[in-house]
C-alpha cells in the first residue's frame, strides 16, 4: 500500500517550538497536506505544499521534498490551544486526487 | 463562510435501523465527494468516493450494500447507514477537493445502542 507515517505523539511547553515528520511513498502521491483536528471536530486546513521547499503561515510553515518523500509541519510561538491532532495526507495520482492520510500525530502542549 | 455543509451532527439510533447523513456542497458544484469515517484516536478512514450520477466506488473492506452512498445532484451526496450495528459507532464526515485544498463537512457522531 501507499503509506505514510508520522509520529504518534510529541509534547512540548507553551511558547516552544515543535516539527512534526512525515514520510511517505513518493510514488502515488502528488501534494501533501497538513490539517489540524480538535477531538470531535473536523480537520481544519493548515497548508498544501505541491513543490519542494518551505511555505510559511503565520506560526505554521511547511516543508516538501518530494524526491525523499519527506514534509514537515513546523509550528512556533506553541499556545495551549495548539494542542490537538495532526494529520498528514497525500494527495494521490488516481483520477479523483482522493487524499490518503496518515495516523496523525497528536500534540500535547504543557503550561 | 462554510463550502461543505453536513448534517444531523449528532445521532443516536437502535440496532438495526438505517440513518442517513446528507452532505450538501454550498458553494460549487462538485461531481466527486468522499466519505470518510474515523474511530476514536484513529485518522480519517477513507470509505467511498462519490460520483455524481453513477455508482460510488468503495474502498477495499467497505461493505457496498451495507453503507449506500447516493449523489443525485452536484450539491447532495447521502451516506445511509443500514442495519446498524454497535460496532458502526463512528465519527462519519464527508469532503470535497478543490485544486488546492478538501474541504470537510462539520461531521457526524453517529452512536448505534
Known amino acids: 500500500g501507499q503509506n505514510i507515517d508520522q509520529p504518534t505523539e510529541m509534547t512540548a511547553t507553551e511558547g516552544a517550538i515543535v516539527q512534526i515528520n512525515c514520510t511517505y511513498q513518493?510514488?502515488?502521491?502528488?501534494?501533501l497536506f497538513w490539517y489540524q483536528q480538535h477531538a470531535g471536530e473536523a480537520p481544519t486546513f493548515l497548508s498544501y505544499n505541491v513543490l519542494d521547499g518551505l511555505e510559511e503561515k503565520g506560526r505554521f510553515s511547511s516543508f516538501l521534498s518530494r524526491s525523499k518523500g519527506y514534509s514537515y509541519l513546523l509550528l512556533k510561538e506553541l499556545q495551549m490551544k495548539d494542542s490537538a491532532s495532526y494529520l498528514c495526507?497525500?494527495?494521490?495520482?488516481?483520477?479523483?486526487?482522493?487524499?490518503?492520510f496518515g495516523a496523525g500525530t497528536q500534540v500535547v502542549v504543557t503550561p | 463562510g462554510a463550502v461543505v455543509s453536513q448534517h444531523p451532527s449528532r445521532v443516536i439510533c437502535k440496532s438495526g435501523t438505517s440513518v442517513k447523513i446528507e452532505c450538501r456542497s454550498l458553494?460549487?458544484?462538485?461531481?466527486?465527494m468522499f466519505w470518510y469515517r474515523q474511530f476514536p484516536k484513529q485518522s480519517l478512514m477513507l470509505m467511498a468516493t462519490?460520483?455524481?450520477?453513477?455508482?460510488?466506488?468503495?474502498e477495499q473492506g467497505v461493505e457496498k450494500d451495507k453503507f449506500l452512498i447516493n449523489h443525485a445532484s452536484l450539491t447532495l451526496s447521502t451516506l445511509t447507514v443500514t442495519s446498524a450495528h454497535p460496532e458502526d459507532s463512528s465519527f462519519y464526515i464527508c469532503?470535497?477537493?478543490?485544486?488546492?485544498?478538501?474541504?470537510f463537512g462539520q461531521g457526524t457522531r453517529l452512536t448505534v445502542v
Open positions: 469532503s470535497l477537493l478543490s485544486t488546492t485544498e478538501a474541504f
Open positions: 513518493t510514488s502515488g502521491f502528488n501534494g
Open positions: 495526507a497525500g494527495r494521490t495520482t488516481d483520477s479523483w486526487g482522493k487524499l490518503q
Open positions: 458553494d460549487f458544484q462538485a461531481t466527486t
Open positions: 462519490s460520483n455524481e450520477g453513477s455508482k460510488a466506488t468503495y
